[in-house]
């Protein structure tokens, strides 16, 4: 062994450890990757969908169960708008269990070790190291790495462990995987109103043979009911109820969408990424795509600065500087949400569904709309369409002066 047994240890094998230990790893840096899991993506929470920019930086279109072209969202009334032409793929509904196994797969390719069932009890930091001591199945181990990276999901211990803050929301999302649903293939289905998500919207999404139902919102709008009381409610009560007769569920997932990324993403000798950085979008709970995006605009500089052994918090803090941007972009991304959607009542959604079914509208949203990106629309939306000039009283300073 060298002076250090690692340049950098990675915590948690999910999509994002996994995209930062590929990266590290084909630049000639000595990567560990530890997972508490005795495997690769298991238990996952998630919807499946990876945008087509992060599908294209792991090329993993055989993790694909169907691709999404298009949306049918359903105001609380049920006025609907229909958007999306096959022609254009928007997003990959993939099986995150292959997707997840792959981008580790590629990542031991590059050169990364990886350390199953193994999590990290204790951190001790030296002048020019760190030393970490691991649970492993066959004991603690000690070893010494440069740097520690969190990529350990919305619970990260190394968040934690460093007191590094929290992500502004964390929203709770409940979904379970289903056969029967009556959906249209390529089209993913979403529901609004207080009854179901408030705040937000719930969801169905093709996922080959089966459709994936689930819930999102937060404590403030839910008060005393849970995800899985909404769930039943949109399953069973709600107006699309007959939509989920022949329904049979298959499986069961809840966990947590940290959203707003951390005012300090670095310090000493430490960096958090993808769901431990609380980098999930705002508007859609994504956080495969900006986790990449967020690793692919600070990667030549962090190898730089790990080869260099410069890791004090004034060094690493450029690189958390370097996603100002990004932030800026999820608070407005945030502003036009709740302008639209989680801060109006029942019947101002209704109003704004109206708005949105109208064809010139729907053009408007098939021509300048990208899941990944709202911001172009709905800043378009309340500039150029009148009966939306009061939401843009309400969204004017986030989104279009900041
Ligand atoms: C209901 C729901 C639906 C979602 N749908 C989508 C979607 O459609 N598209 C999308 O892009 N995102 C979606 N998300 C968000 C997405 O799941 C996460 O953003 C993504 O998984 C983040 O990846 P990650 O690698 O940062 O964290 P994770 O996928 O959580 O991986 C973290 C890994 O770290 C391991 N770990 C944790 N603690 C330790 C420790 N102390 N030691 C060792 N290992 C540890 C875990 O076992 C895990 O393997 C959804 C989330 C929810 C809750």
């Known amino acids: 062994m060298n002076e250090f047994d690692y340049d950098a240890v990675i915590v948690g094998a999910g999509p994002i450890g996994g995209y930062l230990a590929q990266k590290l790893a084909k630049n000639k840096l000595k990567v560990l990757i530890l997972e508490e899991?005795?495997?690769?993506?298991r238990p996952f929470q998630c919807a499946g969908l990876v945008n087509p920019k992060?599908?294209?930086?792991?090329?993993?279109?055989?993790?694909?169960?169907?691709?999404?072209?298009?949306?049918?969202?359903?105001?609380?009334?049920?006025?609907?708008?229909?958007?999306?032409h096959e022609e254009k793929v928007r997003t990959w509904s993939v099986c995150r269990k292959l997707f997840d196994e792959a981008v580790i797969i590629q990542s031991i390719e590059s050169g990364a070790d990886i350390w199953l069932s193994s999590k990290p009890i204790n951190l001790e930091f030296k002048e020019d190291s760190v030393e970490i001591e691991i649970l492993t199945p066959n004991g603690i181990k000690k070893l010494t790495t440069k740097i520690i990276c969190g990529a350990d999901g919305a619970h990260s211990w190394v968040r934690r462990t460093m007191r590094m803050g929290r992500p502004k929301e964390t929203m709770i999302g409940m979904q379970i995987e289903v056969t029967g649903y009556m959906g249209k293939n390529g089209k993913l289905d979403m529901?609004?109103?207080?009854?179901?998500?408030?705040?937000?919207?719930?969801?169905?999404?093709?996922?080959g043979d089966t459709a994936r139902v689930g819930v999102w919102s937060q404590t403030k709008y839910i008060g005393e009911r849970s995800c899985e009381e909404l769930l039943n409610e949109l399953m069973?009560?709600?107006?699309?109820?007959?939509?989920?007769?022949?329904?049979?569920?298959?499986?069961?997932f809840v966990g947590s969408v940290p959203s707003g990324i951390l005012k300090n993403t670095?310090?000493?000798?430490?960096?958090?990424?993808?769901?431990?950085?609380?980098?999930?979008?705002?508007t859609t709970g994504g956080g495969i795509g900006p986790g990449f995006?967020?690793?692919?605009?600070?990667?030549d500089d962090f190898i730089d600065l790990i080869r260099k052994n410069k890791l004090d918090a004034t060094s690493l803090s450029k690189i958390d500087k370097k996603i100002d941007k990004m932030r800026k972009s999820q608070s407005r991304a945030r502003a036009l949400?709740?302008?639209f959607l989680s801060h109006s009542t029942d019947e101002e959604l209704e109003e704004i569904f109206k708005v949105w079914a109208k064809p010139d509208v729907i053009k408007m949203i098939n021509e300048v709309g990208e899941i990944e990106n709202p911001i172009p629309l709905g800043t378009k939306m309340l500039k150029d369409i009148p009966e939306f000039r009061k939401l843009a009283g309400k969204a004017i300073k986030a989104v279009l002066w900041s």
């Not at 899991?37 to 993506?41: L, P, R």
């Not at 529901?191 to 996922?207: C, L």
Request: charged letters at 20%; a neutral charge; proline letters at 5%.
């Open 337 to 339: 949400r709740d302008a």
């Open 293 to 299: 995006a967020h690793i692919d605009i600070i990667v």
């Open 191 to 207: 529901y609004t109103g207080s009854d179901i998500s408030p705040g937000f919207f719930a969801w169905v999404i093709p996922s």
């Open 37 to 41: 899991h005795s495997e690769i993506g």
């Open 236 to 252: 069973n009560n709600s107006r699309w109820s007959f939509k989920f007769k022949d329904c049979k569920e298959v499986g069961r």
């Open 54 to 84: 992060a599908m294209a930086s792991v090329g993993l279109v055989n993790t694909v169960l169907t691709p999404i072209w298009g949306a049918r969202i359903y105001s609380p009334e049920g006025t609907l708008v229909e958007i999306g």
């Open 266 to 282: 670095t310090s000493t000798r430490v960096a958090l990424f993808g769901d431990a950085a609380g980098i999930c979008k705002p």
